[in-house]
């Protein structure tokens, strides 16, 4: 009965698991400026740019289960990384930019907002994986293991003609208990 006792008065150990979803460009993305003229659209293949121009499209993705969302500096559950997996379905290479920002204006106490933009690139005749992509990491919002967030981080990429956004990633822990 002792031995009960005192192990049921033992303190519990929160446990993080490293967590990672997936989410695909259909679902996650949209036209940052409505066009109705637009060739850009979800479909089964990814989000794809099937007209002839260029088009700003954003992607939004969700917290993951734990996160912070007032923390200005990295909290356990803030993602550790963002990415987003393109293609060419043209068969032609592309270069084009996406900026990926961590919070959202007038945020309080939430992570200060920081836009950080990469370059894609996709070069299918000369690379047997033709894909391309943009990921975001800690050291580029000024986290060490986490990027600092609201709970809230989007992607908005000026998508060429021929280019699919097929899905977007993120990793980040999650406490599980004990």
């Not at 990295?74 to 060419?88: K, R, T, V, W, Y």
């Not at 950080?116 to 996709?122: F, H, L």
Request: aromatic share 8%.
């Amino acid at each position: 009965m002792l031995v009960a006792c005192s192990l049921a008065s033992m303190p519990a150990h929160a446990v993080t698991q490293t967590r990672k979803f997936s989410t695909a460009g259909a679902r996650l993305c949209t036209l940052s400026i409505p066009d109705p003229g637009a060739k850009a659209r979800p479909k089964a293949t990814g989000f794809r740019n099937e007209g002839t121009t260029n088009v700003f499209v954003i992607c939004g993705f969700d917290s993951n289960p734990g996160q912070s969302q007032v923390s200005a500096v990295e909290s356990p559950g803030d993602p550790s990384m963002i990415a987003l997996l393109f293609s060419s379905f043209d068969g032609r290479p592309h270069s084009f930019p996406c900026t990926g920002v961590n919070s959202w204006p007038g945020g309080g106490e939430a992570a200060p907002m920081q836009y950080v933009q990469q370059m894609v690139s996709i070069d299918p005749p000369n690379d047997p994986f033709p894909y391309g992509e943009a990921d975001w990491r800690p050291f580029e919002f000024g986290g060490v293991n986490r990027i600092p967030t609201s709970g809230i981080f989007s992607v908005t990429c000026l998508l060429p003609p021929g280019v699919a956004i097929l899905f977007g990633g993120v990793v980040g822990s999650e406490d599980v208990g004990n």
